[in-house]
């Protein structure tokens, strides 16, 4: 295929997430600017590799098995997937809340890896891309971006998503300044009310900040002083994914 297809293809495969698993090709043309006789061309070369598959009672998209198995191989040919998840398991059996991975993609966090609370009581709501300015994970990637970074992204303004929200550019700058001397980022119902959160960054065997490690919980279960708490548990555990990533490969 052509390259521009090619793009095109993979432009209709992000429209997929977790919050919209099931897509129409009227709400894929509307999004992407697409025809609906391309978004149908391309959605059947999808379907054909197995990477999209159609509900027959709805009539929408969502993505295929192949898919499915190509993310699997992603994650576990991945060194830093590879790396984290054992420990995200044990540091979600240590706090009893929910553990993820994220990754910076452009003007959002992407989660790569999360183990979902062990308590029975309460699974927060899982969102697969979330805002840098609101959330623990965010602050601590914006934290350590480069200046022009941060100014792009403060030009685009910065949305309330609840009264606790951080809007205010001033206020962000000063916030990611004590971010960077402190070493963690909180979150205390700024992008949902009702859920906290704190993260740490997760460096490479250069040093350089690729991810964060977030724990995420209810406001009632992940209080204020339990998410500081955990701040050295967190550090420590970040320090090892570092050390199994600079460890030569088998």
Not at 8 to 24: M, N, R, V
Not at 124 to 141: A, C, D, E, I
Request: charged letters at 20%; zero cysteines; a neutral charge.
């Amino acid at each position: 295929m052509p390259s521009r297809t090619v793009s095109k293809a993979i432009a209709i495969l992000q429209q997929f997430t977790l919050d919209e698993p099931q897509l129409g090709v009227s709400e894929l043309s509307r999004r992407l600017g697409f025809t609906r006789s391309t978004v149908h061309r391309l959605l059947a070369s999808l379907r054909q590799g197995g990477l999209i598959e159609q509900n027959l009672s709805s009539h929408k998209y969502h993505l295929g098995r192949a898919a499915v198995e190509l993310g699997y191989t992603a994650m576990y040919s991945h060194p830093l997937l590879v790396a984290a998840l054992p420990y995200l398991y044990f540091l979600s059996e240590q706090v009893g809340e929910t553990v993820y991975l994220g990754e910076r993609r452009g003007h959002e966090v992407a989660t790569v890896l999360h183990v979902l609370s062990p308590s029975s009581r309460e699974h927060m709501q899982w969102y697969n891309r979330l805002p840098l300015h609101s959330t623990s994970s965010g602050k601590v990637l914006l934290a350590h971006s480069e200046d022009s970074e941060l100014a792009a992204l403060l030009e685009q303004g910065l949305p309330r998503y609840t009264e606790h929200t951080v809007t205010d550019p001033v206020a962000l700058r000063e916030d990611l300044h004590r971010i960077r001397e402190q070493g963690f980022a909180t979150a205390f119902e700024e992008y949902k009310l009702g859920a906290n959160a704190i993260a740490v960054p997760v460096l490479d065997r250069e040093g350089t900040v690729v991810a964060a490690l977030t724990v995420l919980g209810p406001a009632y279960t992940l209080t204020r002083e339990k998410a500081i708490a955990s701040f050295e548990r967190m550090k420590a555990i970040s320090r090892e994914i570092t050390i199994k990533l600079a460890a030569p490969s088998d």
